[in-house]
């Protein structure tokens, strides 16, 4: 288990920005594939971006294509989610998760879990 720790998040109006981090501090985070979700009370946890090991692969759930950016630091242990033009539906709380394996938008395909940071967007 990786200890993920998510940072970031926060209240912000809609069509604002927030940019969340994933970090892992004294492993090597280069060696894991990183995803972004996000759970909503009432709803199933939710892919939101995906990115290999060495940043060379990124996929995005349809809903954010455009509005988000997943992107990685491996020199400082980090993966971030740059998010813009938020709308109220992307309010939940975010979690980064890793994967030795591939990264996919699958929850289930990632054996390490953070504790996960709170988006909330509204007027």
């Known amino acids: 288990q990786l200890p993920l720790v998510e940072s970031g998040g926060g209240l912000v109006q809609p069509g604002g920005s927030l940019n969340l981090s994933c970090t892992a501090s004294g492993y090597r985070f280069d060696l894991y594939g990183v995803g972004w979700f996000r759970h909503s009370p009432g709803t199933e946890r939710e892919a939101v971006a995906c990115i290999s090991s060495t940043g060379s692969t990124i996929d995005y759930v349809e809903s954010v294509k455009g509005r988000f950016t997943i992107a990685r630091d491996n020199a400082n242990d980090a993966v971030y989610l740059q998010m813009n033009r938020l709308k109220p539906e992307d309010t939940g709380v975010y979690y980064c998760?890793?994967?030795?394996?591939?990264?996919?938008?699958?929850?289930?395909?990632?054996?390490?879990w953070g504790q996960g940071t709170q988006v909330t967007v509204s007027s």
């Open positions: 998760a890793a994967t030795l394996w591939t990264a996919t938008l699958t929850p289930s395909d990632y054996p390490s």
